[in-house]
């Protein structure tokens, strides 16, 4: 080894200030011109592990993309059958039976990251709804050229406990961060104390603005919250709700939410008494973006899926195979 690599290998400190130039380089080698890492170590002057390393960096840096093209077309018979049932596009995602919850919501938000990736495009106005889900998947998105992006925050997220700022916040900068993006952050709770509130605020001037922007929305990703998961869902496990109404909300059969408004397995919402106090956009506010890319894991959440596929709000859907199981035994005849 070469004093040189010696120097180099430990954390490639030779290369800090112009790193992401020089992976650019060896990932444009690597993968572009097909030259091997030896070939690459010797023209570098480095060893091998610290090429390993530089693609790597690249990688994760966003400087590489992998990915692999999807079509709507279904490739399993599940996916052709809640597709033709639904009218839905459908990407199942499958796993090990012994798959844990928490890497079966890590592997689905990682594949939905990446179909989205290749959906958005230039001048798309993004709505995003805050949740666990969404979460996982703004932490897996890749950085992608594209022009006058904007981010929509869907749903309000301030309780009694929390502003919600740091939570949707963070969703929201992530995803920014990788698209350039603008973002529109909607400064109001999740649900009001009184309807009669919220239907004044949403004749302020300062709503109404986000009002028109979500209006504008060109794409939606979302995912199903439910009343019952193996991983909570945000919005029933900090707080949103209390315990009293979480009561009356079972024994009227709500089974979970979309964009934090509550529905029915049979996809009903407009009669559930809580929805007049809810800030997210309703099923038929939903319904008038274009594309609707919903993203959902976990078999729990299967009943609240349902009721979001009956509802008519999902366009696009990626999930796992126990969900993708869960609903169609719940739906077919």
Sequence with gaps: ????????????????????????????????????MEAIRRRMGVSRSTVSRLLSYARKRGIVTISVQTTNMPHTRLERQLQERFGVNVHIVELPPDTTQNRILETVAKTAAQILGQIVSDGDIVGIAWGTTTTEMAGHITQKDVDNVTLVQLNGAASTETSGIAHV???????????????VQFPVPAFFDDPATKEALWREGAVQRVLNWQHKCTLAVFSVGALHAEIPSHVYASGYLTRSELNKLALD?????????????????????????????SPEQLRRIPRRFCVVAGKAKAQSLLGALNAGVVTDLICDKEIAEGVWALAKP
């Design 253 to 281: 059969k709500v089974v979970g939410d979309v964009c934090t408004v509550l529905i029915r397995p049979d996809g009903s919402w407009s009669d559930i008494a809580i929805n007049k106090r809810a800030t997210g956009p």
């Design 169 to 183: 916040g963070g969703i929201l900068a992530r995803m920014a961060y990788q698209w350039k993006a603008n973002i």
């Design 1 to 36: 080894m070469s004093k040189n690599q010696q120097h180099l290998d430990p954390d490639l400190s030779e290369y800090s200030s112009k790193r992401d130039e020089v992976a650019r380089s060896a990932a444009l080698a690597y993968y572009v011109q097909g030259q091997t």
